[in-house]
């Protein structure tokens, strides 16, 4: 388990990932640009890795997931309907003496305090709010900042033209929701997931990668049955303890159940990548947290070296996923403003409801109802209108139509690289028979994810029997993983070389490899990353004895 480290570590992680090649600074030939990151070789791959795995576990290793790869810029009328377009801003406020810029809500969590909401929904300061950067408290009044690129399609720079880079992927799935269902031959409950850009212009990134203005989301957009109807059809919605897996997904679950589910998954997801649990921390939002429409959120929290500590010292840990339980309230919104019907029909539904006691049914169609009723008045419809399509909404439940609800697992790419570098990040001081001493950096990551899976290392690069066999043995791998050849300096080096870039086994190509002992004749000498230990291997057994450890 790694240790909850200083920031004086992020420091020398930041130094290795540019060192190494895991992390650079976009556009660093001209001074950078605040809030942009670039990927080397080392984090290319690294970052590959850990796509491949969660696109494997989340769509192809389901029955009851499919996967969406939409544009970048959509539609505007998607983010108005999303209610991005009105209210997807943070507050912001500069110093009136320095001139510095920030984010309201961390600039008063940075001193402890909290950003307060007057009755008519304005941002208010709290007593004694001042400016980090020059203490003065004269501060402009928060207001708020909407978060989205803007841009134009097309040659005119006209209102009319205006779009949106993607401000998250979730958007193009619920608007995608009927195609997908549809030619992927699903039925709810079923998911449908995606990996891709999206953009916040952010008002102050900060925390190196953790908060960047471009980055990437692997969103999960999980569409179950309402309530209303699994009791319809099971009699009963079975809810499940707040911890721990609920176990394989059943008929009678309602969202509760679900959700824990997705929180759950996600949890093993990170363990099998090295995240051990107590790496981890859990934010349950609370009421007022949550958006208006959400039922719950977990976020799911890595303890990186910059998260802050609580009064007893504990390191609670700063977001790497969010598992929200959204209700119906995107595909509601998206039927509104397009027009187009997002509902289903389940013909299980339409058949149990007609066994259904009349008590049973009345109930049943009042709770539903009342929900609808309760998102339409929400979301701004007048009140007679909003009990009127409530009631159609109501009677369609009766005859097998809903809205479908959602479970939105929605993790961050570059937060969990973040994570994964944090946690393999090792020094370990080494000092030699004449008392020198010197700092080895190990990074182990976890070999699911580590960029390079092997080195390939000839003893001696002036001996072409050795080069031969070596260059053999890459090429042998070469097909099934990612392999590093590497014949430059002495052995010793070219082990650290790979520690650093966080390679979990080396093979050494040896004398013996080419039979110096008969008995040792097209073997290898195999290294482990972590504790140095070696041992001999077979070259026609080295493939699945490595493919079974990184897959
Ligand atoms: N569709 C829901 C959604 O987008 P979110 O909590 O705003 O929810 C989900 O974002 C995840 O995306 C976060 O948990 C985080 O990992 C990542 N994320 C959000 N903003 C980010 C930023 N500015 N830089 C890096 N990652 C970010």
């Not at 670039?38 to 969660?54: F, H, I, Q, S, T």
């Not at 976020?299 to 500590?309: G, H, N």
């Not at 409801?353 to 109930?363: H, S, V």
């Not at 000839?458 to 070596?470: I, Q």
Request: aromatic content about 10%; some cysteine; charged content about 30%.
């Amino acid at each position: 388990m790694a240790e909850p480290k200083t920031n004086e570590s992020m420091e020398k992680i930041v130094s290795l990932c540019k060192r190494r090649g895991f992390i650079f600074q976009s556009s660093e030939i001209y001074g950078g640009i605040n809030g942009f990151w670039d990927y080397g070789p080392l984090g290319a791959e690294l970052k590959r890795n850990v796509k491949e795995l969660w696109w494997n576990t989340m769509t192809r290793e389901r029955e009851d997931v499919a996967g969406l790869e939409a544009t970048i810029i959509m539609s505007p009328a998607i983010w108005k309907a999303s209610g991005h377009v009105d209210t997807f801003s943070d507050p912001m406020c500069d110093c009136r003496k320095c001139k510095k810029r920030f984010r309201a809500d961390q600039l008063c969590e940075d001193q402890g305090l909290a950003l307060t909401k007057d009755a008519n929904g304005k941002f208010i300061f709290p007593a004694g709010t001042k400016c980090t950067n020059c203490e003065s408290t004269d501060l402009t009044e928060p207001r708020p900042f909407n978060l989205m690129f803007k841009t134009y399609v097309g040659p005119v720079e006209s209102e009319d033209n205006v779009a949106y880079l993607r401000p998250e992927t979730a958007q193009a799935i619920f608007a995608q929701f009927k195609n997908v269902m549809e030619t992927a031959r699903q039925k709810v409950p079923f998911g449908i997931g995606q990996i891709g850009k999206a953009f916040r212009n952010e008002v102050t990134p900060r925390n190196y990668t953790f908060r960047s203005r471009e980055f990437e989301q692997m969103e999960l957009e999980f569409f179950i049955k309402p309530d209303e109807a699994v009791e319809a059809i099971h009699g009963s919605v079975v809810t499940v303890p707040e911890t721990g897996h609920p176990g394989e997904p059943q008929p009678n679950w309602g969202w509760q159940a679900w959700h824990q589910y997705w929180v759950e998954e996600r949890v093993r997801f990170y363990e099998g990548i090295g995240l051990a649990r107590a790496t981890l921390g859990f934010h349950r939002q609370t009421a007022e947290e949550l958006a208006h429409y959400a039922r719950a959120c977990v976020d799911i929290l890595f303890k990186f070296p910059f998260s802050k500590r609580d009064e007893n010292g504990n390191v609670k840990g700063d977001e790497l996923e969010g598992v929200a339980a959204r209700s119906d309230f995107d595909l509601s919104q998206h039927a509104r403003f397009s027009g187009k019907p997002m509902g289903v029909f389940d013909d299980e539904l339409r058949q149990a409801w007609g066994k259904l006691p009349k008590e049973k049914q009345d109930d049943l169609w009042r709770r539903y109802y009342e929900n609808r009723k309760r998102y339409l008045t929400k979301s701004g419809v007048e009140a007679e209108a909003a009990g009127k399509q409530a009631t159609d909404d109501a009677n369609g439940l009766a005859k097998g139509q809903y809205i479908p609800h959602v479970i939105e697992p929605s993790a961050g790419v570059d937060r969990l690289i973040l994570a994964l570098i944090t946690n393999a990040y090792t020094e370990t001081v080494k000092t030699d028979d004449k008392g020198k001493s010197e700092t080895i950096y190990t990074m182990k990551f976890h070999p699911r994810v580590a960029p390079i899976k092997v080195g390939v290392l000839p003893l001696l690069k002036n001996k072409p029997e050795l080069v031969a066999k070596a260059v053999a043995v890459r090429d042998l791998l070469r097909p099934w993983m990612n392999v590093y050849y590497d014949d430059g300096g002495s052995i010793g080096k070219r082990y650290a070389r790979q520690d650093e870039a966080g390679t979990p086994f080396c093979v050494t190509i040896d004398f013996d490899t080419l039979g110096e002992k008969p008995e040792l004749l097209d073997t290898v000498t195999l290294r482990y990353r972590d504790d140095g230990k070696q041992e001999r291997l077979k070259i026609s057994e080295l493939r699945d004895w490595l493919l079974a450890r990184i897959r």
